[in-house]
Structures are given as structure tokens and as C-alpha cells.
């Protein structure tokens, strides 16, 4: 039976006049003794009363929920999109006088039948470092009061019968801008006039919901609980107390009060279980924050919300089994909350801003002199300076401040709205059309301010006619969403307003695709990495503000990726002042060599961060290590998409992958891909360079070396510049030191980089991937068969076909590879397949199959060692260096006759024995 309660809900939205109809459910009723069955067991249970609902929704996967105001929550909410995806397992329920069991298989949820005993007479729920969103002030402190602590502003409350929460202030600003400002009134029933000096706390009549901020506590009084229980409360929320227990009765979760936020076990620290609260709990409609489309009638309840439904809020928590499954536990995690989507091929080439008041001509000429410098470069965007703007102004005596018209947040001024300067560039469209009939992309810093509520029809409106004005009139392709600013949206329901702006901005760049004749485009939004929200994911791309050190970033993009699970978190690459060209370079090492390369410089006309504006040394070592980005971006474009399918980083942290070992935990070396090993130098990562260096741009700088120690995985490692191998045991650790020109990076031995021949700085969407080349470096001999798979993705826009690549080595001198695909294709391509030997291996035969089908395959190379090396993956013909071995090379042409096939193979067959003398000295 469906009350009416639950059956209005689930008729709030049509399409067409066609009911949106939620999962259907079966349950069964328990309370506190055990019922009879209402219907057949499937797999969920509603007990104690009616009041807790229990949904196995697969072997490793529950969910715990209180009824809410409207009952069950069966929608898809925020953070639960996908909750339908689990088709459930069965469930049992047996009762004892102070408990319900609801069993599977696989697991036992407890649940006591007794309610905690309330607090004692006089005390608070408080938690430090959140505060209450949606809410208003009681009548009887409309302008807050002051106490001498957090526990006397709980009293004041508990005295006060219209408060039922209070949050203290312990910054110490109190009523001098910071607090009226971040916490203003908004009931019309308190009439505020203003916080009196020295504010610090304020009873509160309504709450809504909760989100973190510094110098805050909040609670509530003994006597009203009920609404701190999404802050930290002694209860789960739901009134009792819920265990998880394995079949042989390990615990593997007390639920007493799990977080909203989110901190992802990493691979080394894995709990046996673990639980996520969806809270705040909201419906959001598929259409996001955009208009309600013509063709939808929603419920008055929700016109006020342009669809989204904030009235079911309830205690909500899902508990995932464990058992040392990492892959799988990220895996199910995401497909509840979603994926990370996939990000457009452009997004991994190279980004650039400046917070620069550019012209039209001046803007050409920049990004003309990438193109000329050979470097390669797909997006050129403009930070806030592509319309009129409360800006900073020189002051007297150096330094800069904000203009008198900016000082005031609630002023109307000309950057609150979507109107482009034409005085900087006369023609931004023609600007724009010329960036991408060369090959470019565009984007606009937006700071976001509001013109009313979040989900309000007027806030929603004028969003989406502002951005979609400018994408369609200007032609950029995406925003930078900057809440790094003096005013902002703010966030909704008690989001914090950065993963409310992600979802904003990416519910209007989904939808534009849509309507316009962009549905072939893939949407992103640039956005700060602040936010723990555990759906935060699924707007990328992260930036982690401003003013960080290159020691941060690296950390930053490496942890992101485990306990955020975001796979593209990036810094201001080069720092948001000027710096010496060694740090420049490691620098961009660190961001060519990591998730997004976005170099971008600021305060406002600071020297920038063009490659050519230090010294050719710097230029040229910057050149090297973003045409090796580009030469393999066909695995880094793989590497995306399986952080889609399954959450793998880009970026991975080395306990991903070796978890067993404590020093695969640091955060300061990582693999990119799954077949490079990166410990980046400089930035305070490595000991100091060996040459102090002051900034003098009339004259070539020295530049000096970095050293640093770096931990070895498990397996064989071949440095990328001078072919020696080093072998790690778990306790490997060894100390490297580089020119500033050199990178530290490994090769794995048992892997495959699928790269592209370098051409002269071109962008992603004109690169060609006729031609590939397969650097092979085959696994240490071991006398076991062991294999490695790796993709080449479809090209986006395009109709190439994707290929499975497969390294069989049967670990004693026999190594084939598999090009493949799942049905016959006529192949047109051209592959090019590098085989890198060790210095006492030498080649014996070559083959291919089908045998036929591979022309000009007759013969190959064998590449002997040189004295030097120019850079890592030279490509077709490049030698190796002086420590290596050989490289054997040979060249797949396209099939003969237009022959179809479903596989081409080339088998290597080596000995150990031949090369150990033979270098090339000259070239010969």
C-alpha cells in the first residue's frame, strides 16, 4: 500500500502528461516485535514501526534510511543518482525484545529497538567547524546576543521556547562585517537592524540544513535534538543504533554518526566497512539548474524551485562491505553517486591564462608565438578581463587595491552581469571564431553573483540566459566558474556553494549542448577542488586557488585523486607570481607530467608565464616536456577514459597499486598512466638545487640540478633518459639528481605507451592518429606468463576504431603483441611497434600474423644504444640511450587490398646475449 502522502510525491512531476514514476518496491513491516508478512521478501524492510526502511541493494551495498516527511525517498537525489541501477538481494527479518536483524547472505544489519536515552537535562549536541544553512533568526534575537562561550550561547537558546538551534561565532570579527554578512536575516518575522559590536551568538528559530565554515560552532539544546543530527550528534540520525556484521559476525561498520563529507579510505587504510550520509537529501530534477522545460509540468509545491524538492530531508545512510576489495568498493561507489564524466580529448593539451588585461591584437600575437615557438597549446581563455570590471588599480607606492565602486558586495556594478567589453577587443566574436578556425579553444572567468534565491525561476533564468548568451553570441566553449572572490552564488540547501556551482554550471553546459549544434561536444567547468562533497566528482575539472606552492600541488593532485576520488585537480601551474626559470621549469614538468597543464599567471599584469618571456634554456626545456604531453596522448586520452568507467585516476598514488608497502602511501611520486613512474623535483619536494639563483631577465641564468630521493615499486624501472634499469624488492629507495631540463621519470617494464610522431604544435583536435607507435617494454624475465592490456580510444568527433592491446610474455624470451578489435575492421592505419631490450638481450626473429597482412614487415631495425638522448619517446627511428639495450622496430602498413581483420600480432623472440658492448657512438 502507497499512502497518499507518497503517492502525491511521486506525482509532483510529469512529462508530456506521462507520470515520472519512481522504482517500484516491495517491503516488508516490522516494528518493534516482528509482524507478519505483508508481501513476498524481495530486498528491503521497513521496521520499527514503519519508521526505518532497510534496502540490501547488492552483496556489498546497503542502505539504512529514516521516512521523511513525504516517506521513502525512491527518487534519485543529489548525491544518489543511480540508486535504481542495483537490482537488490533478498532479505530476512527476525526480532529479538531489543533488536531487529535484517539478514542477506552476505551480511546482518543490527538495529537496537530501544531509542538512546536523551541527553541529560541541560547539555548540547555542538560540533566546531560547521554552521546552519536555510535558516532565520528567533523573533527573540533578532540581532543575536553575546555570551562568553558556545556553551552560554546553547543556554541562551535552551531559554529561549522559538529556538531550536544557535550558532557562535569565534573568530572574534563579530558584528564587524564578517558575521552580518556570511549570516544575514532573511525572515521577515525578525525584523534585524544589524549585529550590535561584539555579536558572537544567535539563537535560531528555523534550520534547514548544515556545511562547514571555520570559527563556527553550532548546536542545539538537549531538548531539541532532533535537528543536530546531520552535524554530529550522539544518534545516527535515524534513533538507533545500527551495526554491520559479516556472516561468520565480524563488525565491519558501527553506525554512529557517518560523515556527509567525504575522505575515501585509501587502498592502504582500508576499513573493513564504511558508510556515507546523503545529506543534505534532495531531489534534483534532470534538468538541473536550467529553466523547466516546456514540455514538464511540475507541482506548485515546486515552482518556487524550478523542480528541485527540498521537503523529504531524513537521515539517509549507505554502508558498503569492504573486505579488502578496493576496485571494487570505488566501483560501486560510483555507480551510486555517478561517474566522473568523460572530459573532452582538448582538455589534456595545454591550457593557458593571465589574469591580463589583453587587447584583441595582443591576444593574436600570444597565441600566434605558441604556434611559431612549436609548442603546443588547445585552449587560450581570458580570466575576468573579457568584460568591464571592479578591478584592482595600482596604488601610490606599489601594490594594488580594489576601486571604490568595488568595495561593497550588494552594489550593482558592470561584472555582475554577461555583458562583453568591447573596448579591449573590438570584435570578441571574430576573436573568438579565429581562435578555433585555428585549432583553439576559448574560455571566460565568470564570478557568479546572484540575483535571488538558488533554484529561484528568476536565479535559474538569469544564469542560463547570461552564460548560454555568451556561448552562442561569443562563441567560447565552456566557463571557469571562480568563487575565489569577493562575492558569488552562494550554495543551496546546505551545499556549500563550490559543488552547487559545479552542478550549476555544468546543468547549463550539459543542457546548451543539447539544444545547440554542440552534441557531439563533451562539457566541463573549471571550478575550485574545495569542497568535500562526496558528489563533487562529477564536475570537473578542480582547481585548488590561488597562491599555491608547487609542493601543494603535487600532493593536492595526487590525494584528490584517493580521497576525493577527483581525477583532475590542478594548480595554477608556474604560481601566481613570477619565479626563477629552474622553478619555472619544474613547474611545468610537474603539470606536463600530471593530471591538466594549465599555466596561468596573476595578480592583474604581474609578469606572466609564456615559455619565451624567461631565457631559451627555459623555453626549450619547457618545449621538451610538453611535446612529450603530446606525443602520448593517445594514453593519457585512454587513461580518461577509464577513469569514467571504473574511477582509476590519471594520477595514481602508488598504494593503488602496491598497498601493502607504507612508502607507497607518499604523496610525492605517483605513476602516470599505469606505465610511467613520475617523482617530481624542485618546489621543495627535493633537496635545494645546488645554484643559488636570483632573477635577473637581462642575462642567461645558471641553472642548476635538483636531487632527490625517490621509493621503487615492486618490478623493473627504466630511466627515461639514460636506460638504466633499477629493480625494486617494496624497500627500494634511491637518490636521483637532474638538470633542470630533466624530469625524473621510470618506464615500466611489462607496459605499453601508445604514442603519436611529434608534429609541430598541434592541437589535439587536428593531431593525427594515422600513424601510432607502440613503445613495448617487455616484462622482466621470470619464467611465468604474465600480460598487460592497455586501449586506444575512439577519437572524439571521429570514426576511428577503438583497439585492445594486449603484451603476452611468457617471461622467458617469447613477447607478442595484440592489436584488436571486438568485430572485423579494415585497418588504416599505421603502426609502428618499439620493442625495448635490455643491454644483455638481443633479438632472434620476428614475426607477424596474419601472415599476409603486415606489408613492409619483411624486415625490421634494430635500434643500438647512443651516446645521448635528446628526450624521452623520440619515436619512429629514435635510438635508445647509452644504458639501454636494443630497440627492436618494425612497421605495420595498412592491410593490403583493403583486407578486414580482427587482430594483427607481432611475436618477439629474444636471447639473452649479444648487445652488452655494442654502443653507437656516431650515429651509424
Known amino acids: 500500500a502507497i499512502s497518499k502522502t507518497e503517492h502525491s510525491l511521486m506525482a509532483d512531476i510529469t512529462r508530456g502528461g506521462q507520470r515520472q514514476q519512481p522504482a517500484a518496491f516491495v517491503f516488508v513491516i516490522v516494528g518493534s516485535v516482528l509482524l507478519s508478512r505483508a508481501v513476498a521478501v524481495t530486498n528491503e524492510a521497513i521496521i520499527l514501526g514503519g519508521t526505518i526502511r532497510v534496502q540490501a541493494l547488492s552483496p556489498t551495498l546497503v542502505r539504512v534510511e529514516k521516512k521523511g516527511p513525504l516517506g521513502f525517498e525512491d527518487r534519485p537525489t543529489f548525491l544518489v543518482p543511480n540508486r535504481t541501477i542495483f537490482s537488490g538481494i533478498p532479505v530476512t527479518v527476525t526480532s529479538a525484545s531489543d533488536h531487529v536483524n535484517v539478514s542477506t547472505m552476505y551480511y546482518t544489519v543490527w538495529l537496537s529497538t530501544v531509542p538512546p536515552p536523551p541527553p541529560p537535562s541541560g547539555t548540547c549536541t555542538m560540533k ?70 561584539h555579536t558572537n551568538c544567535y539563537p535560531l528559530g528555523v534550520i534547514g540544513g548544515s556545511e562547514t565554515a571555520n570559527n563556527v560552532v553550532s548546536g542545539c539544546p538537549a531538548s531539541r535534538n532532533g535537528v543536530c543530527a546531520g552535524i554530529g550528534g550522539n544518534s545516527t540520525g535515524v534513533g538507533y543504533k545500527v551495526v554491520l556484521y559479516s556472516p561468520t559476525g565480524e563488525l565491519l561498520v558501527v553506525l554512529t554518526n557517518a560523515s556527509a563529507d567525504l575522505d575515501f579510505p ?121 568584460r568591464d570590471n571592479c578591478s584592482l588599480t595600482p596604488k601610490p607606492g606599489g601594490g594594488y587595491e580594489w576601486k571604490d565602486d568595488c568595495m561593497n558586495a550588494s552594489q550593482v556594478t558592470k561584472d555582475h552581469f554577461y555583458n562583453y567589453t568591447t573596448s579591449l577587443f573590438p570584435n570578441m566574436t571574430q576573436f573568438v571564431d579565429w581562435e578555433h578556425r585555428h585549432g583553439f579553444r576559448s574560455f571566460f572567468n565568470d564570478h557568479p553573483f546572484p540575483v535571488g534565491p538558488q533554484t529561484s525561476p528568476e536565479e535559474v533564468q538569469f544564469r542560463w540566459q547570461g552564460m548560454t548568451s555568451v556561448m552562442k553570441n561569443i562563441g567560447i566553449d565552456w566557463w571557469w566558474l571562480d568563487t575565489n572572490w569577493r562575492f558569488s552564488i552562494p550554495g543551496f540547501n546546505g551545499l556549500d556553494n563550490v559543488v552547487w556551482g559545479g552542478h550549476v554550471y555544468s546543468s547549463v553546459q550539459s543542457r546548451w549542448n543539447t539544444v545547440s549544434d554542440r552534441q557531439d561536444e563533451r562539457g566541463m567547468v573549471l571550478h ?125 598514488r602508488l598504494d593503488l597499486e602496491f598497498p601493502q608497502f607504507p612508502e607507497a602511501a607518499a604523496d610525492d611520486q605517483y605513476l602516470l598512466t599505469a606505465d610511467l613512474l613520475v617523482a617530481p623535483l624542485g618546489g621543495g619536494l627535493g633537496a635545494p638545487r645546488d645554484v643559488n639563483y636570483s632573477l635577473n631577465l637581462t642575462s642567461t641564468p645558471p641553472h642548476g640540478n635538483d636531487t632527490r630521493q625517490v621509493w621503487i615499486p615492486p618490478g623493473q624501472w627504466v630511466d627515461a633518459w639514460t636506460g638504466e634499469v633499477v629493480e625494486g624488492n617494496g624497500s627500494q629507495l634511491i637518490v636521483v639528481t637532474r638538470p633542470s631540463n630533466r624530469a625524473a621519470l621510470w618506464h615500466r617494464r611489462g607496459g605499453i605507451l601508445v604514442c603519436v610522431p611529434h608534429t609541430n604544435a598541434t592541437p589535439l583536435q587536428r593531431q593525427s592518429w594515422e600513424h601510432l607507435i607502440l613503445e613495448v617494454f617487455p616484462f622482466p624475465r621470470s619464467g611465468q606468463r604474465q600480460q598487460a592490456y592497455r586501449k586506444v580510444v575512439q577519437r572524439q568527433g571521429s570514426a576511428s576504431v577503438p583497439h585492445d592491446l594486449t603484451l603476452d610474455d611468457d617471461g622467458c624470451g617469447n613477447v607478442s603483441v595484440t592489436i584488436s578489435t571486438s568485430s572485423l575492421w579494415c585497418d588504416t592505419r599505421t603502426w609502428t611497434v618499439r620493442f625495448h631490450l635490455l643491454k644483455s638481450e638481443a633479438v632472434r626473429s620476428v614475426q607477424t600474423d596474419p601472415i599476409g597482412l603486415a606489408r613492409g614487415t619483411d624486415t625490421y631495425k634494430v635500434l643500438l644504444p647512443f651516446n645521448e638522448v635528446e628526450k624521452p619517446l623520440g619515436g619512429q627511428g629514435a635510438r635508445p640511450p647509452k644504458a639501454s639495450g636494443p630497440i627492436v622496430e618494425l612497421t605495420l602498413l595498412p592491410a593490403e587490398n583493403q583486407a578486414c581483420v580482427q587482430r594483427r600480432v607481432v611475436h618477439l623472440s629474444y636471447t639473452l646475449q649479444g648487445y652488452s658492448a655494442m654502443v653507437d657512438t656516431n650515429g651509424d
Open 128 to 197: 566546531a567547524g560547521v554552521k546552519f544553512t536555510g535558516f532565520s533568526r528567533s523573533p527573540n534575537f533578532c540581532n543575536g546576543t553575546i555570551t562568553a562561550s558556545a556553551a552560554e550561547c546553547c543556554v541562551a537558546c535552551g531559554n529561549d521556547p522559538a529556538c531550536v538551534g544557535f550558532m557562535f561565532d569565534r573568530s572574534g570579527v563579530l558584528g564587524d562585517g564578517g558575521v552580518e554578512d556570511r549570516w544575514p536575516q532573511t525572515a521577515a518575522t525578525c525584523n534585524a537592524t544589524g549585529n550590535p559590536p
Open 266 to 386: 585509501a587502498p592502504s587504510e582500508l576499513p573493513p566497512g564504511w558508510a556515507i550520509q546523503d545529506s543534505p537529501r534532495f531531489y534534483a530534477p534532470p534538468w538541473g539548474a536550467t529553466p523547466v522545460p516546456d514540455d514538464v509540468h511540475i507541482s506548485p509545491a515546486l515552482k518556487n524551485t524550478s523542480g528541485y524538492d527540498v521537503r523529504n530531508h531524513a537521515p539517509d545512510y549507505y554502508l558498503f562491505v569492504v573486505g579488502g576489495l578496493y576496485d571494487h568498493f570505488r566501483q560501486e561507489f560510483l555507480q551510486l553517486t555517478g561517474p566522473t564524466p568523460l572530459l573532452p580529448d582538448y582538455a589534456f593539451g595545454t591550457w593557458f591564462t593571465w589574469w591580463h588585461n589583453y587587447t584583441q591584437a595582443e591576444a593574436v600575437a600570444e597565441i600566434s608565438r605558441w604556434i611559431t615557438s612549436d609548442i603546443p597549446l588547445d585552449i587560450w581563455g581570458l580570466d575576468m578581463n573579457w
Open 528 to 652: 575550485m577542488a574545495s569542497s568535500a562533497h562526496p558528489a563533487h566528482h562529477r564536475f570537473p575539472v578542480w582547481w585548488t586557488g590561488d597562491d599555491k606552492s608547487m609542493a601543494y600541488s603535487v600532493q593536492s593532485m595526487v590525494n584528490m585523486g584517493i580521497y576525493q576520488l577527483k581525477p583532475y585537480v590542478m594548480s595554477d601551474c608556474g604560481g601566481d607570481g613570477r619565479t626563477d626559470p629552474d622553478s619555472y621549469i619544474r613547474w611545468v614538468q610537474h603539470c606536463a607530467l600530471g593530471t591538466i597543464l594549465r599555466i596561468h599567471g596573476g595578480p592583474p599584469d604581474y609578469p606572466a608565464h609564456q615559455p619565451w618571456s624567461y631565457d631559451l634554456y627555459t623555453e626549450d626545456a619547457v618545449r621538451t616536456v610538453i611535446n612529450m604531453r603530446y606525443t602520448m596522448m593517445p594514453s593519457l586520452i585512454a587513461a580518461g577514459h577509464l577513469t569514467t568507467e571504473n574511477g582509476t585516476p590519471i594520477v595514481r
